[in-house]
């Protein structure tokens, strides 16, 4: 074989096996990361009120407003207060309650 034909193979093999090296790499998951949800704890109400998200999103609580709410749902247990933020990983469908203000949810939809 011819020493410029050599050549041409052994790059063409280095290509593909880079670029297949990277396919595999972009299945698996390699620099993904999980999404996040912001959903704010406001005066009496969560904004948004209902949300549709994937197993593994992050739920990030936000408390805005004045009055004091707490926070109890799956994976959630948080005591009463007035600011701060809270994350939790959504799990599995479900709602989240203010148990201090009547009828305060957010319910979760995890697909």
């Known amino acids: ?28 998951g390699g620099s993904h990361t999980a999404a996040t949800k912001t959903i ?3 005066d009496s109400f969560f904004s948004p009120k ?14 805005r407003g004045r009055l004091p709410h707490n926070l109890i749902g799956p994976g959630a247990k948080v005591g009463a207060r007035r600011s701060g933020s809270v ?7 479900g709602s989240y309650l203010c148990t201090i203000h009547r ?9």
């Open 1 to 28: 074989m011819s020493r410029k034909i050599l050549m041409t193979a052994v790059t063409a093999s280095l290509l593909l096996a880079a670029a297949t090296g990277s396919a595999v790499a972009g299945a698996a």
């Open 40 to 42: 704010t704890v406001r």
């Open 50 to 63: 209902r949300i549709t998200v994937s197993r593994g999103t992050k739920l990030r609580f936000v408390w």
């Open 87 to 93: 994350s939790v990983r959504a799990s599995r469908s």
């Open 103 to 111: 009828g305060m949810a957010l319910r979760v939809t995890v697909r």
